[in-house]
């Protein structure tokens, strides 16, 4: 796997874990566990914006396996 | 009417005032019942006994004892729930044996409790030596309370400063293949949600003998078919995982990049989902 691959994983799994973050966010009674959750929420979805320009510029650098 | 007729009409009144007598009387159990109620519950029970195998007597004078031994206890129990001294008289005071791990031998004296007594009472309560006791009380009922010392008591996640998540009690949803619908309005979950959890798990409803839910949405079931094996729920510890395994592969990113901008990029948003998972780890459990 190139680095650009691996990184993509990785951005896909971030975004795996967001969507799993606001699900259970969503289903759970409790109010200060829906405020954690959401709160984990948040940061991983500034991790996914941040890692996303990083696919990009990956992919830039490495058109031939794109 | 005959004399058999008698008796069974008899018995079956006697019988429901007996049950509604004792449904006012309250919910105690036997043995927290103090010496006058227990005594009261027999003289009611005799007193049903007579008037039911004896045809000629006159089955309102049974119910004239049967409210007298009735109506005292209960009003005794009214008054005793509004006056302090009251109770104290009639279902008496706590004792206490040990203060400050002194064993108080005077008030041993006072109870006629002997040291074997009290031993076998903390013995009871798990306890084999009276110095690892703090307080011990002895309540009216005759059983023994017992404090033990801070060092003695059970470790509690508190003394261990854990952060736990808070835990409510979990609803049954599904009990003999019947979806029951007041327990899953209390968690705000409809039976279609029921079905997508159970077309998870590869299960028909049918099937399903008892299912319940934590406050989690968390389903977990129990199937008549005892040969089929049916998963644990693994959504919150995969979701940990995978959110741990992307910490760990940004942390490995920044140490094979050699450009310096990108090793900050990744190493600055490792940091923050070790927040995260620091943040949502006791509630994944």
């Known amino acids: 796997m190139t680095v650009g691959s691996q990184v993509k994983s990785c951005y896909s799994s971030i975004k795996s874990v967001e969507a799993g973050l606001s699900l259970l966010a969503s289903k759970t009674q409790d109010v200060e566990t829906q405020n954690k959750f959401n709160e984990a929420q948040k940061i991983v979805t500034t991790v996914k914006e941040e890692l996303k320009q990083q696919v990009t510029q990956l992919a830039k650098q490495e058109p031939q396996y794109k | 009417m005959p004399e058999w007729f008698v008796i069974v009409l008899k018995s079956v009144i006697l019988l429901i005032v007996l049950f509604f007598m004792t449904k006012w009387l309250g919910k105690k159990q036997i043995s927290q019942l103090n010496i006058f109620e227990y005594i009261s519950g027999i003289v009611l029970g005799g007193i049903v006994a007579i008037h039911t195998i004896e045809p000629e007597r006159n089955i309102f004078y049974g119910i004239i004892a049967m409210f007298i031994w009735f109506i005292v206890p209960f009003a005794v129990e009214f008054i005793a729930l509004k006056s302090k001294s009251f109770r104290n008289f009639t279902q008496g005071k706590s004792t206490v044996l040990i203060q400050d791990g002194k064993i108080m031998e005077e008030n041993l004296k006072k109870e006629g409790y002997s040291t074997d007594d009290l031993l076998e009472k903390l013995r009871d309560n798990d306890i084999f030596l009276a110095s690892d006791v703090e307080f011990a009380v002895l309540e009216p009922s005759g059983s023994l309370s017992v404090l033990p010392k801070k060092e003695n008591q059970p470790l509690t996640a508190k003394d261990l400063g854990l952060k736990?998540?808070?835990?409510?009690?979990?609803?049954?949803?599904?009990?003999?293949?019947?979806?029951l619908l007041e327990p899953l309005a209390n968690l705000s979950l409809n039976t279609n949600?029921?079905?997508?959890?159970?077309?998870?798990?590869?299960?028909?409803?049918?099937?399903?003998?008892?299912?319940?839910?934590?406050?989690?949405?968390?389903?977990?079931?129990?199937?008549?078919?005892?040969?089929?094996?049916?998963?644990?729920?693994?959504?919150?510890?995969?979701?940990?995982?995978?959110?741990?395994?992307?910490?760990?592969?940004?942390?490995?990113?920044?140490?094979?990049?050699?450009?310096?901008?990108?090793?900050?990029?990744?190493?600055?948003?490792?940091?923050?989902?070790?927040?995260?998972?620091?943040?949502?780890?006791?509630?994944?459990?």
């Open chain 2, 193 to 285: 949600w029921l079905e997508t959890e159970l077309d998870k798990l590869n299960v028909s409803i049918e099937n399903v003998f008892l299912a319940q839910a934590d406050n989690n949405g968390q389903l977990t079931i129990d199937l008549y078919d005892d040969k089929l094996t049916v998963p644990q729920p693994t959504e919150a510890k995969l979701l940990l995982a995978t959110l741990k395994k992307c910490q760990a592969d940004l942390e490995l990113f920044a140490l094979e990049t050699n450009n310096i901008q990108s090793k900050e990029l990744y190493e600055r948003n490792s940091r923050k989902l070790q927040h995260a998972t620091e943040l949502v780890q006791p509630y994944l459990k």
């Open chain 2, 164 to 179: 736990l998540a808070p835990e409510k009690e979990p609803q049954t949803v599904v009990m003999d293949g019947k979806v």
